[in-house]
C-alpha cells in the first residue's frame, strides 16, 4: 500500500486500489482502543436516472434509501444483530450523493468488517420484504411530511431548482416508493454496488495490509463499468421567488435560499466548498454585523443560521430561523453581501473567521468518523480532503468578495415560508 504522510495535519493515509477497482483508504491510529469501517458506494437520492448496458433507465424517487433499508437482511438473517452480537455499533446513512454502511467497535475488528463487506456486496430480497418495507417506509415518509423543518427545507430546494433531483427528497414519496420491487432494487444494487464504484475507509489500530487482504478474499473479484448519470439540465433562474405553508406552528419560520454556482470535480470542489463556508460565515455568522443588527431589530433570534451545501452539478447557501418578517431579513441579507462586496471586508474580521474555519477543519481530524466521511466524499469527487491546509493558503478576500457578488443576489433569491395555521 502506499503512504502518503501530512506534515502539516500529522496525518498519515496509507491508500490502494484492488484489482475489482475498490479504493482502500486506511488512517493509522496506534493510540487507540476503537476502530471505524466506513463502507460507501457513489449512489444517492439524486441518481434516479442512469444508463446501464446501454439503456438510460428511470427508477422511483427514494429507491437508493430504500435499498439501504433492505441491504441488512441476508441469509442468515439480520447484519444490524449480528454486528451489535459482536461488540460492534453499526449504522448506516443515504445522501443525496452517497449510501454509506459504517460500524465503530473495540474488539473482533476484523470479523465485522467481513460481516460488513459480505453483506453490503451480496444482497438478498423477497418481493414480500420489499412490500413489507414499503410500509415501513410510508410511516417514516408521513412522519417527516409533517414536519416544519422538513417542509420548508424541501419547498425552498423546489424553489431553487427546476430540474435538478437536488429538489427530491432522498426519502421520495409514499406514491414513488409504492413502484419500488425487489427486481428494480437488485438492477440499482448492480449498478452501483460495484467495487469500482465504491471507497472503503478505515481509520483505527488496525494494521493496512491486513485490511486490503481482507476486502480482496471478501468482495467480488471484477469491478463494473461507469455508470453515466443524468441529474437533470438546471436553468440559470430559479424555479420560484417564494413558497409558503400553513402548519401548526407557533412562530412563522422561514428560509431564505440563493442558487449558487455548481462546481467541478477535483480540487476547485473543494476549493468552492471552503470558500463558501468562509463567505457563510462572514455573512451570517453570529459575530457578523449583519447578525448582531437583525437580532437587536428584533427580526432574528438564537434561532438563526445558515450553511453553504454542495451537491452533485449544484450549490446553494441558505439562511434561517423563526421570524416575524422574513421578507426584512431576506432583504438584508442581500443588502449586507452586497454592502460588504462594494465595501470590502473588514480585514481583522476576516482573519478570525479564517482562523476558526481552519481550526474547525483541524477539530474535524478528531472525530473517525468524519475523517471516514471525508476521505470517501473526497475520493468520490475527485480531490484529497487533507491537503485543505494548501487550499487554504491560496483562498483570499478577493475570493470570498467574488463568491458574495455572484451568489448573493436578488435573481438567485428564494423565500419558503412556514406559517401558523
Not at 440499482?188 to 486490503?212: E, Q, R
Not at 458574495?404 to 401558523?420: F, G, H, K
Request: charged share 20%.
Amino acid at each position: 500500500m502506499k503512504q502518503t504522510f501530512y506534515e502539516r495535519i500529522g496525518e498519515s493515509v496509507y491508500r490502494q486500489t484492488l484489482p475489482n477497482g475498490l479504493e482502500i483508504h486506511v488512517v493509522p491510529k496506534r493510540d487507540y482502543a476503537r476502530s471505524y469501517a466506513f463502507f460507501a458506494t457513489r449512489y444517492g437520492g439524486m441518481d434516479t436516472r442512469f444508463c446501464l448496458n446501454g439503456k438510460w433507465l428511470d427508477t422511483p424517487a427514494g429507491i437508493a434509501h430504500y435499498l439501504e433499508h433492505k441491504m441488512f437482511d441476508t441469509k442468515e438473517g439480520n447484519a444490524l444483530q449480528r454486528l451489535a452480537k459482536n461488540g460492534a455499533e453499526p449504522n448506516a446513512f443515504t445522501s443525496n450523493a452517497i449510501t454509506g454502511y459504517y460500524f465503530d467497535s473495540t474488539t473482533h475488528f476484523e470479523e465485522n468488517l467481513e460481516i460488513l463487506l459480505s453483506f453490503v456486496s451480496i444482497p438478498y430480497f423477497t418481493e414480500e420484504s420489499v412490500a413489507k418495507e414499503q410500509g415501513i417506509i410510508a410511516q417514516e415518509i408521513r412522519m417527516i411530511e409533517d414536519n416544519p423543518d422538513w417542509q420548508i427545507y424541501t419547498r425552498m430546494m423546489q424553489s431553487l431548482y427546476a430540474a435538478s433531483t437536488a429538489r427530491t427528497s432522498i426519502a421520495g414519496t409514499v406514491e414513488s416508493i409504492s413502484h419500488i420491487t425487489a427486481e428494480t432494487l437488485y438492477d440499482c444494487h448492480k449498478a452501483f454496488y460495484t467495487p469500482s464504484n465504491m471507497v472503503l475507509t478505515v481509520v483505527g489500530n488496525v494494521d493496512p495490509v491486513h485490511v486490503a487482504d481482507l476486502a480482496r478474499r471478501v468482495l467480488p473479484r471484477e469491478g463494473g463499468a461507469p455508470i453515466p448519470r443524468d441529474y437533470g439540465t438546471e436553468p440559470a433562474a430559479v424555479s420560484a421567488k417564494e413558497t409558503s405553508l400553513a402548519m401548526e406552528v407557533s412562530c412563522p419560520q422561514f428560509l431564505t435560499g440563493f442558487k449558487c454556482a455548481g462546481a467541478s470535480d477535483g480540487e476547485s470542489c473543494l476549493r468552492q466548498s471552503l470558500i463558501g463556508d468562509m463567505a457563510c460565515d462572514i455573512l451570517l455568522g453570529d459575530s457578523s454585523p449583519l447578525y448582531l443588527r437583525l437580532y437587536d431589530q428584533g427580526l432574528i433570534n438564537t434561532s438563526f443560521g445558515g450553511a453553504f451545501e454542495m451537491m452533485p452539478g449544484v450549490a446553494y447557501l441558505y439562511a434561517g430561523g423563526d421570524s416575524k418578517d422574513a421578507r426584512a431579513v431576506m432583504d438584508e441579507i442581500q443588502k449586507e453581501a452586497a454592502r460588504l462586496v462594494k465595501e470590502g471586508i473588514d480585514e481583522a474580521f476576516y482573519q478570525r473567521v479564517r482562523r476558526a474555519s481552519f481550526g474547525s477543519s483541524l477539530r474535524g481530524l478528531n472525530s473517525f468518523e468524519n475523517i471516514a466521511v471525508s476521505l470517501s466524499e473526497g475520493y468520490f469527487h475527485g480531490y484529497d480532503p487533507f491537503r485543505f491546509p494548501q487550499v487554504f493558503d491560496s483562498i483570499t478576500k478577493a475570493d470570498i468578495t467574488a463568491f458574495l457578488r455572484e451568489n448573493l443576489t436578488a435573481d438567485r433569491a428564494v423565500l419558503s415560508q412556514i406559517v401558523p395555521k
